[in-house]
């Protein structure tokens, strides 16, 4: 029962935990390009505002697709929260991505299609190394558990685990469609790809990818933690300290081509998580 | 006042469509959303899909090739939607009123909200013309549905 509350109250508390993240990335955003920038809460306005517009329907299967991207983004959370197996929310991340690349498929729209590819290619860059990261964790902790990782007794997994950190701080730009990764939905691009693979949903539909992009941004920050468990409020800081890092990513870098992703994540991401695991299995005999 | 009624006047999303304008108006309705006048402030976002717009910011006289365009336009913006004519040309033709490929001013193909005359419109008067826009928004509640 007292679990029951937990996932519940973590439901409620996430998305708004990420809105305000959301606005924050707006502010600091606007400040870094000498603008002044919404209030804070903007998103929230900009989300009930989407929510009052009128329905338009290109595809009756996009909606399905749509609302699979916010459950499964959910459960993901929800295995974080309650401090279940990371292995199991991993391969919920990856079918929560493919949930949205079917959605965006399932429309005629060419540019839905091109976001659509584009996000598998983003899948393909950021999920071996998350499932990588999984298995590190595995080979620290002789468990997949996240209550493992959050036990007092441990040590802080960035001791041991931190080349899987840098890893994971490339993984978390490409999840968080920031430049140089932005190529699955564009905020700045529209004469390229219009809006990516958001292009065909309006209104409603369109709150609910924002809402799971802020159950996605505090996923995302949460996993970060974890790699200083305890005391935890280390951890947040630091989850707090990429997020902050990722927005002056944003703002000096250009958008790169999807091939340059696919290579780049490629040829850091796996690498760093294979050398540590390696030398984890090497050196200390896991 | 709900809190999607009071949303929709804190985040009007902008699409700028260019008919045939000389880029003199264009140039203007971009620089409001420069550092100079930023009009994020107040949540205006210049958006470059229909389906996510709520403010349809036109420019320059319509012509035959244009109207059907700009009709698609309208037709894929979510209602409740506000169109902006900017610029003496996208209000009555202008200069360009008597050409034979012109029809004249937007209010000829879509219904246009709010005229912001002016050649080129200032960013200024842009913004005002946005605000305006969004006063008229506010009084159609339970209208524009």
Known sequence: MNQLWVAIIAIIVAPIIGGF?????????ARLQGRWGPPIVQPFYDFFKLLGKSRIATSRMQFVWIYGYLVFMIASLVFL??????????FLLGFAGISFVLGGFSSKSPYSHFGANRELLQILSYEPVLLLMALGIYAQNGSFMISEILKPSSEPLLASLWPIFIALLVILTIKL???????????????ELVKGIMTEYSGPYYALIQLTEWYEIVLLLGIIALFWANPLWIGILIALAAFILELFIDNIAARMTAGWM???SWAIGLVLCILNIAYLYLMKGV | MGIIHTSRIKSPWIIHFDNSSCNGCDIEALACLTPLYDVERFGIVNMG?????????ITGPVNYRTARVLKNLYAQIPDPKMVIAVGTCACSGGVFHNCYNILGGVDKVVPVDVYVPGCAARPEAIIDGV????QKLAQAQGVAK
């Not at chain 1, 929260?81 to 991993?90: A, E, F, Q, R, T």
């Not at chain 1, 469609?177 to 004469?191: E, M, N, W, Y």
């Not at chain 2, 605000?131 to 969004?134: N, S």
């Open chain 1, 21 to 29: 993240l959301a606005g924050i990335d707006r502010k600091i955003t």
């Open chain 2, 49 to 57: 899909n229909p389906k996510h717009a709520d403010v349809l910011v």
């Open chain 1, 81 to 90: 929260v309650l401090k279940l197996d990371i292995l199991l929310l991993v």
């Open chain 1, 262 to 264: 696919v290579r780049f």
């Open chain 1, 177 to 191: 469609r920031k430049s140089p990764f932005d190529i699955a939905t564009s905020h700045h691009a529209h004469q």
């Open chain 2, 131 to 134: 605000v305006l826009a969004l």
